[in-house]
């Protein structure tokens, strides 16, 4: 990445570590051989698909054929969402819960299982903090609940949601618990059994791997229907020729980010403290969206009265700041983010508010840089536009 650009947009995707690059590089040059075939180039791929199941069954905390590698966060939550919905229909169960803040993959998975499968759903509120109240499960449960899943942390917020207690309410009343967890990797303990959770998404580009490469820790003894059919790669559960080089990438990476974990969340919660408490004190009419504690410390979503966020970010971009207005698959729309409206934003609120996520290479310099710049830029499309 150019060097006098200021990437604040981790939570969109992370650089490739150097680390993981040169664990990937064996396999993307020569031949890197297919895990399904008998001869020797064939085994090596075997051997290597073996061990990084292995390293991430170990971060995980949970058996390697548990894990079935797909190509990514939306992969994974279709497969989840879907597998278990469709396996555990035959048996009367046509309900599903999650929550009104998931990532658009969860959503609109859902959207499809109401209308082409015929299954209900009941998506949790939040507080305006962002978080999702358990007691607010145990009503919802019903005798037909298939599946809840519910993020571990907001992609746009970085609230943090307590998901061993939803867990437990699940596993209490013998129903299926996903939760979609790209967002923690690094920050967050991932221990599946700490957290009591049956179903778990990654995708590897959220934690400084390669893109288009992901996984989902499906629990042994989870039904799931494959969405993708064909060979017998993943035990059944996912067919197709392994991305044998993006698989290791991953492994590799989510081997670091957990040796790494505190000392990196620890970095990051100073850089963001940093950053709330200068915007909040150099601008007026500024706020900060989500819980201040229960908070990825990468992700700092902040509102500006008065402004309307795609003019703040192109103006940034000017100045070689990347940052974003939440989703990326909304930015370019002008559509306010369903996060901050179900966390009782007006649209003009939402309308108004930006995303700065940050990462390893975020440095004390570049917050200072942008807090020393945002104030100006919020007061000059203050002045162009006035307040309503
Ligand atoms: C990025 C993201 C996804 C989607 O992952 P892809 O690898 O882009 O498919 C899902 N959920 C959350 C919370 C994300 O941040």
């Given at each position: 990445?150019?060097?006098?650009l200021?990437?604040?947009?981790?939570?969109?995707?992370t650089p490739l570590?150097?680390?993981?690059?040169?664990?990937?590089?064996?396999?993307?040059?020569g031949?890197?051989?297919?895990?399904?075939?008998?001869?020797?180039?064939?085994?090596?791929a075997?051997q290597a698909?073996?061990?990084a199941?292995?390293q991430?069954?170990?971060?995980?905390g949970c058996q390697?054929k548990?894990?079935?590698?797909?190509?990514?966060?939306?992969?994974s939550?279709?497969?989840a969402?879907?597998?278990?919905?469709?396996?555990?229909?035959?048996?009367?169960?046509?309900?599903l819960?999650?929550?009104?803040?998931?990532?658009?993959?969860?959503?609109?998975?859902?959207?499809?299982?109401v209308?082409?499968?015929?299954?209900?759903?009941?998506?949790l509120?939040?507080?305006?903090?962002?978080?999702?109240?358990?007691?607010?499960?145990?009503?919802a449960?019903?005798?037909?609940?298939?599946?809840?899943?519910?993020?571990?942390?907001?992609?746009?917020t970085?609230?943090v949601?307590?998901?061993?207690?939803?867990a437990?309410?699940?596993?209490?009343?013998?129903?299926?618990f996903?939760t979609?967890?790209?967002?923690?990797?690094?920050?967050?303990?991932?221990?599946?059994?700490?957290?009591?959770?049956?179903?778990?998404?990654?995708?590897?580009?959220?934690?400084?791997?390669?893109?288009?490469?992901?996984?989902?820790?499906?629990?042994?003894g989870?039904?799931?229907?494959p969405?993708i059919?064909?060979?017998?790669q993943?035990?059944?559960?996912?067919?197709?020729t392994?991305?044998?080089?993006?698989?290791?990438?991953?492994?590799?990476?989510?081997?670091?980010?957990?040796?790494e974990r505190?000392?990196?969340a620890?970095?990051l919660r100073a850089l963001s403290?940093?950053l709330?408490d200068?915007?909040?004190?150099?601008?007026?009419?500024s706020?900060l969206?989500?819980d201040r504690?229960?908070?990825?410390?990468?992700?700092?979503?902040?509102?500006?009265?008065?402004?309307?966020?795609?003019?703040?970010?192109?103006?940034?971009?000017?100045?070689?700041?990347c940052?974003?207005?939440?989703?990326?698959?909304?930015?370019?729309?002008?559509?306010p983010?369903?996060v901050?409206?179900?966390m009782?934003?007006?649209?003009?609120?939402?309308?108004?508010s930006?995303?700065?996520?940050?990462?390893?290479?975020?440095?004390?310099e570049q917050?200072?840089?942008?807090?020393?710049?945002?104030?100006d830029?919020v007061a000059?499309?203050?002045?162009?536009?006035?307040?309503?």
């Open positions: 990445m150019h060097n006098r200021i990437y604040l947009d981790h939570a969109a995707t570590d150097p680390r993981v690059l040169e664990a990937m590089l064996p396999f993307l040059s031949t890197s051989g297919n895990a399904s075939s008998i001869h020797q180039v064939g085994r090596a075997l698909l073996d061990d199941r292995e991430v069954a170990l971060v995980l390697p548990e894990i079935v590698f797909t190509s990514g966060g939306s992969e939550i279709n497969l969402l879907k597998g278990v919905a469709m396996a555990l229909r035959a048996q009367g169960k046509n309900h819960i999650s929550s009104t803040i998931e990532h658009h993959a969860v959503l609109h998975a859902l959207d499809y299982l209308e082409y499968e015929g299954f209900r759903v009941t998506l509120p939040v507080d305006r903090n962002g978080r999702v109240n358990p007691a607010d499960l145990s009503t449960l019903r005798p037909e609940t298939a599946l809840v899943s519910v993020m571990y942390a907001n992609n746009e970085g609230v949601q307590p998901i061993a207690d939803l437990a309410i699940c596993r209490e009343r013998g129903v299926l996903h979609d967890a790209v967002q923690a990797p690094g920050q967050l303990p991932l221990d599946v059994n700490a957290l009591g959770v049956d179903l778990l998404s990654l995708t590897a580009h959220k934690f400084y791997g390669p893109q288009g490469v992901g996984l989902l820790y499906l629990r042994r989870t039904p799931l229907v969405q059919n064909g060979g017998a993943e035990r059944r559960r996912r067919a197709g392994e991305n044998i080089a993006g698989i290791v990438g991953l492994a590799k990476a989510l081997t670091i980010a957990e040796s505190t000392t990196h620890s970095r403290e940093r709330i200068g915007v909040l004190t150099r601008i007026p009419q706020w969206n989500g504690e229960s908070r990825l410390p990468s992700i700092v979503n902040l509102g500006f009265a008065c402004i309307e966020t795609e003019s703040l970010l192109l103006l940034l971009d000017q100045r070689g700041i940052a974003s207005s939440g989703s990326a698959c909304t930015s370019g729309s002008l559509e983010s369903h901050l409206l179900a009782g934003l007006s649209p003009e609120e939402a309308n108004g930006i995303r700065f996520s940050l990462g390893k290479q975020t440095t004390d917050i200072d840089i942008v807090l020393d710049l945002l104030p830029l000059q499309l203050r002045t162009v536009t006035p307040c309503a």
